[in-house]
């Protein structure tokens, strides 16, 4: 995939620049307002990762650009603002979606590659890993082609994981992908454990290999063994 | 004590003491110029009597008319001219007056007498008396009309002075409501008027400024805090993390999260005052409560909580996040200061919500508990979720009212205040 950064903060951008090119993503960064609309302008891209705020102009401006030009660029918001207004007014100028900063990178990544399946694939979508197999749209869960049962929640954190793969995700990142912002609460770290443990029991009785693995009680990773 | 009872009471008490001082200085003037005349009188009477007496040769008796009494005696001594005051016996009248009598001395063939002329004076008290009447009494009536007066005068020169304290006490900084200014005539009234409004648009926007403040703090924070989130990302992609670098780590990750909460929860009591939050409509709450406690089911069935639900099928006309933000603050209160297999009750009717749940704390300090940064020790929390929830309310005008009834602490929201 590619992606275009669009961040004045240099070690964000480097952070998450690092993240994506990890994943196997080929990626441009700009820092300014002038750059990010030249490549805009050049090159097609897959997402446009936009921060509001830039030195030299207004992110909005570019998501209008992107607009006019008709470009077929998926745009993922990024942005300190949480004002409610300003999220309607990007997503109504026509952004995929809007991240509040702070942000955990998986999660940035799993908007990306959300954004990037609904625009490929006009919504449906099957993740295959070896003998798992999930439709992002359906919500199915199949092992060996035999349905297992999912909760929501469940369901969202198997696609979470599977979309971060090889990925160490903290318990804090799964917490907060899953509760939005009520995940401080003091057992919700505590809760993960508990849901992957439901996760991986489920896979397994149904034939599947535990691709789970546990890092140190920090987090957890889903990779080929 | 009131401003005017206080004026009235020294109006009153010097008056009344005024009113003694004068009545007895007028009495004792007007006595004094009544004995004076009736001196002169005596005198005069003297003067007839010796003329009578040095004339005729005869002690002279006085006509009837004249209600004068003269008594004679010879005496030996000659005795000087005394005026004094007396009491005699009135024969007609049978009864003791006060009288001024003059004695001195007058010589009749050669014999010496004592004469003794006596006035009585009851006629001068009466005059006196009418005249203190004809005199007292219109000055008292005319200081009872002037209390009167004052009365109403006075109760209706404070009106635009009460006004003005009901505006100043319906002033919220809060509220984008400006301060309402009073119209009046009085300049010393204008004035106060004057100064609270310049007093209350500089409060206005100071308070602004405060808020700017804090949103742009909190705002300017969130960058820092997405970078430091995304080098701990970044980190834990590494392969060399050992057992005692993971745990750095999840502390930090907790930290990191704990003041986003933290920033986050700023900005929503920033937001919820200036009424960002605007997009009412009509809400099933009975509904959205289910809804919620689905969103939370995993953290109750953790702690093995008991949920009794009461709802009637109530709708408000709220706005979506407001009511979003109430219902997670009461939910996540509820089940995170609760204890081990605890209850939680949640009651709706069409006039109230009551969140009650049992807990490890005893009952709470109902004057402080929704004060910003309120909470025991021991709790994660940022402390500020009850004083968002109190916030939403004022905004919502709803009353939100905290009770301890062991072992249940009860969140009670009163929709119609």
Same mark, same amino acid.
């Given at each position: ?13 480097? *952070? ?89 990178? *998986? ?75 009520d995940?401080d609460m ?40 | ?5 206080? %004026? ?27 004995? &004076? &005349? ?17 004339? =005729?040769?005869?002690? %002279? ?47 009749? +063939? ?18 006196? =008396? ?56 009085? =300049? ?108 939370f089911?995993?953290l109750?069935? =953790? ?24 219902l997670n603050n009461l939910f996540s209160n509820a089940i995170r200061h609760?204890?081990? +297999? ?39 929390g940022?402390?500020?979720g ?11 005008? %709803?009353?939100? +009212? ?16």
């Open positions: 995939m590619k992606i275009l950064i669009v961040e004045d903060e240099e070690s964000l951008q480097k *952070s998450i620049h690092q993240y994506l090119i990890a994943e196997g993503n080929v990626c441009d960064c700009s820092s300014t307002y002038n750059d990010a609309y030249q490549k805009i302008a050049l090159y097609d891209y897959d997402c446009v990762l936009l921060d509001l705020t830039l030195p030299d102009g207004e992110g909005l401006n570019l998501l209008k650009f992107i607009k006019k030009m008709n470009k077929p660029d998926g745009v993922l918001i990024i942005s300190a603002r949480d004002a409610v207004d300003q999220r309607i007014e990007g997503l109504s100028l026509g952004a995929d979606d809007y991240l509040v900063k702070p942000f955990h990178l *998986s999660e940035l990544y799993a908007r990306i590659t959300s954004i990037i399946r609904r625009r490929q694939f006009n919504g449906s979508d099957r993740i295959v890993f070896n003998e798992l197999e999930i439709d992002s749209h359906a919500m199915e869960v199949k092992v060996n082609s035999h349905t297992v049962y999912f909760t929501r929640k469940e369901f969202d954190l198997l696609l979470y994981f599977m979309t971060n793969k090889s990925k160490v995700i903290s318990k804090s990142a799964a917490a907060v992908h899953i509760w939005g912002n995940a003091a057992d919700s770290f505590d809760f993960i454990y508990t849901h992957i443990k439901n996760i991986r029991k489920k896979l397994t009785d149904a034939g599947c290999k535990d691709y789970f693995h546990s890092i140190y009680g920090v987090g957890y990773k889903f990779v080929e063994s | 004590m009131r401003l005017f009872s206080r %004026y009235n009471r020294v109006l009153f008490l010097v008056s009344c003491v005024g009113l003694i001082i004068i009545g007895l200085l007028f009495y004792r003037t007007l006595s004094y110029y009544l004995a &004076q &005349q009736m001196d002169d009188q005596l005198e005069e009477e003297l003067m007839e009597v010796k003329q009578y007496t040095a004339g =005729k040769n005869n002690l %002279y008796q006085p006509n009837s008319f004249e209600e004068l009494i003269i008594q004679y005696k010879k005496t030996a001594e000659n005795n000087s001219k005394i005026i004094a005051d007396t009491v005699f016996y009135n024969d007609e009248k049978h009864r003791m007056e006060s009288a001024r009598y003059l004695q001195s001395t007058i010589t009749l +063939k050669g014999e010496q007498y004592k004469v003794t002329i006596i006035a009585s004076k009851v006629e001068n008290e009466e005059q006196i =008396k009418s005249i203190l009447k004809v005199i007292i009494l219109p000055v008292l009536a005319l200081l009872v009309i002037l209390l009167l007066v004052n009365r109403f005068m006075i109760r209706s020169l404070w009106n635009p002075f009460k006004q003005l304290l009901i505006n100043i006490k319906a002033f919220n900084v809060n509220q984008d409501v400006p301060f309402k200014p009073v119209k009046t005539s009085i =300049k010393e009234f204008s004035d106060l008027n004057n100064a609270f409004v310049d007093l209350s648009s500089k409060v206005k926007s100071d308070y602004k400024e405060i808020k700017l403040f804090t949103e742009n703090a909190s705002h300017e924070m969130m960058t820092p805090l997405a970078v430091i989130n995304s080098k701990l990302d970044t980190m834990l992609q590494s392969n060399l993390l050992g057992r005692e670098e993971s745990e750095l780590l999840t502390d930090m990750y907790k930290a990191t999260s704990r003041l986003t909460k933290l920033n986050q929860s700023l900005l929503m009591l920033v937001k919820i005052d200036n009424n960002l939050l605007n997009d009412q409509e009509d809400i099933l709450i009975s509904k959205a409560i289910e809804e919620k406690l689905l969103h089911q995993e109750i069935l =953790k702690r093995k909580l008991t949920i009794h639900l009461h709802l009637e099928p109530t709708t408000l006309f709220i706005s979506q996040q407001l009511l979003e933000i109430l609760n204890i081990e +297999k605890g209850t939680i009750n949640i009651s709706l009717t069409a006039t109230q919500l009551i969140f009650s749940n049992t807990s490890t704390n005893d009952g709470l300090d109902e004057a402080k508990i929704f004060e910003r940064f309120y909470k025991d020790t021991t709790s994660e940022t402390g500020l009850l004083s968002i929830l109190k916030q939403i309310c004022n905004r919502l005008q %709803y009353d939100l +009212k905290y009770t301890y009834d062991k072992p249940l602490h009860h969140f009670i929201i009163q929709f119609n205040k």
